[in-house]
C-alpha cells in the first residue's frame, strides 16, 4: 500500500514537471563560431517579440551563471517570459570560446562583446521570425546592449546596468572595500586612458590591471553609458533594485536623466541576481548568488512584460 501511495505521488510530481515544460520549447543555436546560445519560445501561444539577452562581467554563461556560482537568473527570466508569450535567446560570452578559436586575453576587445550582439540580431532580422527584436543587458551587458542597440534593435533594457565609465566605477568599488588603494587604482586608469597602458599599481590590483588585460579595460572605459544611451531613439526601459550591492541605484537614475523618454523602474529588495532579498545582510545577499532554486522577485517578470507588450 505503502508503495502504491509513492508511486501515485511520483506519477503527480512528474505530471505537473511535464505540464511546466509544455509552456515553451528550446533550441540550441550557434550563430557564429564565437556565439552559442538558447532559443526559449513559447509553445502554446504566437509571439511577435524576441528578447536578446546579454550576461554580466567575466565568464557568464547563458543562464547567468559563473565557475562555482550558479543562480540560473537569465534561465529563469527567460522561461517566465515564455509562459507570457515572449521569446526569448540567451548566449554564452565569448570567453567561453576564446581556448578554441585561439583568442588570446591580450586580444579580447569590448567591442568583441558589441558586435557579438550585433551579429545575433543580424542573424534573427533575416530569419524574420519575430516583428520586435528588443536587447536586454545585465550589468557589463548593458553597455554592451546600447552600443549594439543604436542602429538594429527596436527596445532595449537595462538590468542593473552602471552609468559611468567602468573606471569609475572600479575606483568608487576600490575605495569603499579599500580605501588606501583607490587612489592608486585612479592613478593607473588615467595612464591607461592616455597612454595605453600602465606600470604603476599596487601587486594588490594585479587583477584588474594585469598588462594582458589593460588593452581590453583601455576599450572598455572609452565609452560612458550616459553618453551612449542618448543615442537610442527607441523605446528604453532601465531596471533596478534597492538591495543591489554591486550596482547602486543611482546608476539606473543617471541612465534615466540621460535618456528623458526611457521608462525607469526601481524594484524594491531585488538585488544583483533579481532575487528578492529584504535582509540587509551583506552576506544573505552574496549567498543568493548560488542558490539556484530562490525564485526571482515577483515585480520583475511583470515589470518586463508590460515593457515587451507595449511594443507589439
Do not use: C
Amino acid at each position: 500500500m505503502k508503495n502504491h501511495i509513492l508511486t501515485v505521488i511520483l506519477l503527480i510530481l512528474f505530471q505537473q514537471g511535464s505540464s511546466q515544460e509544455l509552456n515553451y520549447v528550446e533550441e540550441d543555436l550557434k550563430i557564429t563560431q564565437a556565439i552559442e546560445g538558447t532559443l526559449t519560445i513559447p509553445k502554446l501561444e504566437e509571439t511577435e517579440s524576441l528578447v536578446i539577452f546579454i550576461q554580466g562581467s567575466g565568464p557568464t554563461d547563458r543562464n547567468g551563471n559563473q565557475p562555482m556560482m550558479k543562480n540560473d537568473g537569465m534561465k529563469k527570466i527567460a522561461h517566465q517570459l515564455a509562459k507570457n508569450g515572449i521569446a526569448s535567446f540567451r548566449f554564452d560570452k565569448r570567453i567561453f570560446k576564446m581556448t578554441e578559436l585561439k583568442i588570446k586575453e591580450e586580444d579580447l576587445r569590448f567591442d568583441d562583446f558589441v558586435n557579438d550582439v550585433k551579429d545575433i540580431l543580424k542573424y534573427f532580422e533575416e530569419k524574420d521570425q519575430f516583428d520586435n527584436l528588443l536587447v536586454a543587458g545585465h550589468s557589463q551587458g548593458s553597455l554592451v546592449g546600447i552600443l549594439a542597440s543604436e542602429e538594429m534593435a527596436d527596445g532595449f533594457i537595462s538590468l542593473a546596468g552602471a552609468g559611468q565609465p567602468i573606471d569609475n566605477i572600479i575606483v568608487e568599488q576600490i575605495h569603499k572595500m579599500a580605501p588606501p588603494l583607490a587612489e592608486n587604482a585612479r592613478t593607473a586608469f588615467d595612464e591607461i586612458r592616455e597612454t595605453g597602458s600602465t606600470t604603476n599599481y599596487s601587486p594588490m590590483l594585479e587583477s584588474i590591471f594585469k598588462p594582458t588585460i589593460q588593452q581590453f579595460m583601455e576599450s572598455w572605459m572609452k565609452y560612458d553609458p550616459v553618453e551612449e544611451i542618448t543615442k537610442l531613439d527607441i523605446p528604453v526601459l532601465i531596471i533596478n533594485g534597492s538591495a543591489d550591492i554591486q550596482v547602486e541605484t543611482e546608476e539606473a537614475e543617471a541612465l534615466k536623466i540621460a535618456s528623458e523618454e526611457a521608462k525607469l523602474v526601481i524594484i524594491d529588495n531585488m538585488n544583483h541576481i533579481f532575487r528578492k532579498i529584504e535582509s540587509e545582510d551583506r552576506l544573505k545577499n552574496t549567498k543568493s548568488y548560488n542558490e539556484p532554486n530562490l525564485p526571482l522577485h515577483p515585480e520583475l517578470i511583470p515589470v518586463l512584460t508590460e515593457f515587451i507588450k507595449e511594443l507589439e
